[in-house]
């Protein structure tokens, strides 16, 4: 382990000359360039500036994207919005007055570390030296006493010590020489460690987290709480070999912690298997990739932090990460992989030889990346037996069934194997032609072989039918593959829509018998009922299901998934036309009738009703629903026309339909016109259903007018 060093001497004073030891009360360190009467007194005046213009109005950049009026007195906010690679000047320029606290800033005479030190005290004003008494005597050493600010009371919601802080950390940024004053930062951070009281190092540090509770920590965990904080952001403050002395005294406060109240002096108390990891805090990622990198860490240094680290073994593993998307430095697969292969070898090798207990190397297994070797494919399964796969998230993360199946999820071909390799490894195995199946399905890799192995045409597309239509999970991964086979939106899917033209396909090749055992193994493709959902609507699809029961669970039970699947039933071979626009108005009806609920309920009821309006137009072979549906309105409206006039004796009542799409009706008797329908007429049927097409035409008016 590397020992934290010393930088700063307090300077010897009588007392040390008379040979009286003193204590680290001796007083504050930087007294020599930190001049707290300096500070006080010109960060006073930059308050009283502030107080001054209070009322200077400016224009901010708010929240919703608008500019809004605001003073001084509310706070400093930027004015506009500016690029990523604005420069610290230009963001200082984006606040209001920039150019009074410049000349302020250049009057004060502060330097670097004054500056630095009245930001860090604001920030921390509540407490400048920590939540713990006995702590204070020694950071005085390290922080000035700053309590003579006029800094005001804490508000509850913007207090005043906002409004200086960003000011002086715009100027800090603008003007501060940021690589002097982070070796300034670095070595007091190291200097504070080396120096660490030792009367305090067997002290239990009480934590009030809830009223009814406390956490208990040590002087490792306490004492990154007060020194200077490196975040990520600003590591370019350090050089290499700063940064690495930084790792370094991570990995020698972890092992300190871990050995405690004993004094830690190697880096084998953290290889110990009974510790908790989550307890210790290692080097970031980046911090040791960015070291690896630049050759200060070797091999072995990487191996250690990705056992304790499973984004580090991730990505060892050419494995995505969720902190390559924004953090800089971290490129995919920039690890060799001969570094990791021996290791990942190792664990997985010990893993498979388990039984029900967990090994040593279960807890890394989900942080494998990729397991090649068409091998592991049949070890597992064999080793499995005739355990079903891990569907969705375990509690029992630790199971023998969860970590062999997240192993067979990873399974990939080596680059020196192929399709011959994969046959020989089946024909000696005993594994069924249901399990080789229910493979494709969980582990999609593999369909295309598993399909050529057991002489099923196109049994990947078939997967993939399943995938787009029974999984709740959908990546970019998974979309690239969908979009090859269908150009329904990805959405749709998971509202229930079918593609029946790729149905039908995959049903003609596979055969009833095939389709079955894929069916039974689509379980795995979906965490929750998606695949009991897609058994409703093929089992409707291939006509095992009648319209007539779909027609009674809609009336009766309003199911929402028969509601969808009312698209799917094959369209009547003696009266399509008829028969479509049956269907088509009975979703109307249905959606009308949702009326009566809630506005929950209206709202999925009305998604079926869309999804089953998507099934039946594609059913009918229409290109969307808007053009089925202007279909069907048309039609209706062409078979109410045919019957739109009704003459008895001498009164004709006629419907009408004006250029605007508005129904009327016309009531003449002898040539002359009447306002109403006479009374006598009103019951007869034929009037009757000529109010029932007024009404509908009037429901058509009113759905169809915005599409």
Request: aromatic share 12%; glycine share 4%.
């Amino acid at each position: 382990l590397y020992i934290p060093q010393s930088h700063f001497k307090t300077k010897t004073n009588i007392f040390d000359k008379l040979g009286i030891t003193t204590s680290e009360t001796s007083g504050f360190k930087f007294k020599d360039f930190i001049n707290v009467k300096k500070i006080v007194t010109q960060v006073n005046q930059l308050i009283n500036l502030v107080t001054e213009h209070r009322n200077h109005e400016y224009q901010m950049l708010a929240y919703d994207g608008e500019m809004h009026t605001t003073y001084l007195n509310k706070g400093v906010h930027d004015m506009k919005k500016l690029s990523e690679d604005a420069t610290a000047l230009e963001q200082l320029h984006n606040i209001p007055l920039a150019d009074l606290w410049i000349s302020w800033y250049e009057k004060s005479e502060l330097n670097d570390f004054e500056m630095y030190s009245v930001i860090r005290y604001i920030n921390n004003r509540e407490a400048p030296f920590g939540a713990y008494t006995i702590l204070q005597p020694y950071l005085q050493q390290y922080y000035p006493d700053l309590a003579d600010l006029n800094l005001g009371e804490v508000e509850r919601y913007y207090s005043k010590s906002k409004t200086y802080n960003k000011i002086l950390k715009r100027l800090f940024w603008a003007f501060a020489d940021q690589r002097i004053v982070g070796d300034f930062k670095f070595k007091m951070y190291e200097d504070m460690i080396a120096n660490f009281p030792d009367k305090h190092k067997l002290t239990q540090f009480q934590e009030q987290r809830t009223y009814y509770s406390t956490v208990t920590h040590n002087w490792t965990t306490i004492i990154q709480e007060y020194t200077p904080n490196f975040g990520l952001n600003h590591l370019d403050q350090l050089t290499n070999e700063q940064l690495y002395k930084y790792w370094a005294i991570q990995m020698y406060l972890s092992a300190q912690n871990m050995e405690h109240p004993s004094e830690a002096t190697t880096i084998k108390v953290l290889t110990e298997e009974n510790i908790n990891k989550r307890t210790l805090k290692f080097p970031e990622v980046e911090i040791t990739l960015k070291l690896y990198k630049a050759g200060l860490i070797n091999d072995d240094d990487l191996l250690f932090q990705s056992l304790n680290n499973h984004s580090i073994m991730s990505i060892m593993d050419g494995g995505f990460n969720y902190r390559m998307n924004f953090k800089k430095g971290i490129e995919r697969n920039s690890i060799p992989k001969h570094v990791f292969l021996p290791l990942k070898t190792n664990l997985l090798e010990t893993e498979l030889e388990r039984g029900d207990l967990a090994t040593p190397a279960s807890g890394y297994i989900s942080s494998i990346h990729r397991v090649e070797g068409v091998d592991y494919v049949f070890r597992v399964l064999e080793r499995l037996g005739k355990d079903t796969f891990e569907r969705g998230y375990s509690y029992y993360g630790d199971s023998k069934k969860s970590k062999f199946s997240t192993i067979l999820k990873r399974t990939a071909f080596k680059d020196t194997e192929s399709y011959a390799d994969f046959a020989k490894l089946a024909d000696a195995s005993k594994v069924s032609k249901k399990r080789l199946i229910e493979l494709a399905c969980y582990a999609t890799q593999w369909a295309n072989v598993v399909g050529e192995y057991l002489n099923i045409e196109n049994l990947e597309n078939a997967v993939w039918w399943f995938q787009a239509h029974a999984s709740e999970y959908m990546n970019s991964e998974k979309e690239t593959f969908i979009a090859r086979y269908s150009n329904i939106p990805k959405n749709d899917f998971a509202l229930g829509a079918i593609d029946i033209d790729w149905f039908n396909k995959v049903y003609k090749n596979l055969g009833k018998t095939n389709w079955k055992l894929l069916h039974d193994a689509a379980k795995y493709i979906t965490d929750g009922n998606g695949h009991r959902q897609v058994k409703l609507y093929s089992s409707v699809m291939l006509g095992e299901v009648k319209i007539t029961e779909t027609l009674k669970k809609i009336k009766d039970k309003r199911d929402k998934d028969y509601v969808r699947a009312l698209g799917l039933i094959p369209l009547s071979k003696t009266i399509p036309e008829k028969d479509l626009l049956k269907r088509y108005n009975l979703l109307q009806t249905f959606l009308k009738e949702s009326k009566q609920f809630g506005a929950q309920r209206q709202e999925s009821e009305a998604t079926a009703v869309e999804i089953a309006l998507d099934n039946l137009s594609r059913n009918a072979g229409y290109k969307d629903r808007v053009r089925f549906s202007w279909a069907m309105e048309a039609k209706a409206t062409q078979a109410i026309m045919e019957n739109a006039v009704v003459t008895i004796d001498e009164t004709v009542i006629e419907l009408g339909i004006t250029d605007l799409g508005k129904t009327t009706i016309k009531v003449t008797k002898a040539g002359k016109t009447l306002k109403n329908i006479p009374a006598k007429l009103r019951k007869d049927k034929q009037v009757v259903a000529l109010k029932d097409n007024k009404n509908y035409l009037s429901k058509q008016y009113s759905r169809t007018r915005l599409s």
